[in-house]
């Protein structure tokens, strides 16, 4: 990704934590695009949110949410998706295949990701490391 510049599609658009994300990334230079499963997301009002996109719901309908999310990727031409709670990153991570050949998916590969998701694997291995 160019160090100013590229598109970013940023995810739960309704968080308060995506519209830190959006800011920063829209001061940082670059478009900024943000989407929800709720009509008209939080992030979306910032000033730098170029446009709001709705997808289906990823708790509820996971398999339609990824293929909003390739058909999405394909049409408007990201650089990076940026998921921004577990709704949304836990597709995004089973279907990783389908979509890393598109664009950069900010999520970790697995196994990290199945253990930083997992409060009683991150204990586990917490106790192990003797944290």
Do not use: N
Request: proline share 7%.
């Amino acid at each position: 990704m160019s160090a100013s510049g590229g598109r970013i599609l940023v995810l739960d658009g309704d968080q308060a934590a995506a519209l830190a994300v959006v800011r920063s990334l829209g001061r940082a230079g670059h478009a900024v695009e943000v989407a929800d499963c709720v009509a008209d997301p939080l992030a979306a009002h910032s000033k730098w949110a170029q446009r709001a996109h709705r997808y289906p719901p990823p708790r509820l309908e996971p398999e339609a949410f990824i293929g909003w999310l390739e058909t999405t990727i394909a049409a408007g031409g990201y650089e990076l998706v940026l998921p921004v709670t577990d709704d949304s990153l836990q597709p995004i991570a089973k279907a990783r295949g389908r979509l890393e050949s598109r664009a950069v998916l900010a999520a970790a590969p697995e196994p990290g990701l199945g253990i930083f998701t997992d409060k009683d694997r991150t204990l586990e291995l917490a106790r192990e490391h003797g944290i």
